[in-house]
Structure formats: C-alpha cells, structure tokens
Nanobody, 117 residues
C-alpha cells in the first residue's frame, strides 16, 4: 500500500523560505511524475508544481520563480523549496502523483504552511 508522508511546514514571515519533503513508500516511485498540491481554507486543492520521472518541471504561474520542485529517486522523496513566501501561499501542502498523467494515490496528511507577519 502506498503511503505519502509530508513534512517541513511551519509558520514563516512574508519573504521567508521553507523546504517541504515528501516520503513515498510502497510504489515504483521513480517511474511516475510527482507533484505538490495545496489547499487553502475554503478553496479547492490546486496543483502548484510537478516533476516528471526525468526531472522536467512545471509550475503554476503564481509560484514561478519562487518555488522549486525536486526529486530523489534513490530515497523516493520529492521536495518543494519555497522562497519569497507570501501570505497567499498559506495552505496545507500535499504531494501525490501528477493527476494530469496518473491516478492519484491516497492522500497523506499534508503539512501546514502559514505565512504571516
């Protein structure tokens, strides 16, 4: 059974940085495109960054130039480095397969990111 465990969230001031991590167990991690999603209160979950099995990346416009997605196919982990954080980045962040290419795994618990002064 696939298990996704996100970590690294926290409380940060505007302009600050965080690095999120997601450990994926129980799957053929390296062959799938992976993604980070976020869900803010009262809003639908959105895909913010994705990375192919080969390392190609895509980002939603609102995070381009500030967020970087990366993966480690040896450790079966995917990371999201977030710089220049804004209050509108506040959300619960989740990792999963890229929904545009594959069926989703069961969701993990997510990690809360709060950007506030």
């Amino acid at each position: 059974q696939v298990q996704l465990v996100e970590s690294g969230g926290g409380l940060v001031q505007p302009g600050g940085s965080l690095r999120l991590s997601c450990a994926c167990s129980g799957s053929l991690f390296s062959i799938y495109a992976m993604a980070w999603y976020r869900q803010a209160p009262g809003k639908q979950r959105e895909l913010v960054a994705a990375i192919s099995s080969g390392g190609s990346t895509t980002y939603v416009d609102s995070v381009k130039g500030r967020f970087t997605i990366s993966r480690d196919n040896v450790k079966d982990t995917v990371h999201l480095t977030m710089n220049s954080l804004k209050p509108e980045d506040t959300a619960v962040y989740y990792c999963n397969r890229d929904e545009r290419r594959s069926l989703l795994y069961p969701w993990g618990q997510g990690t809360q990111v709060t950007v506030t002064s």
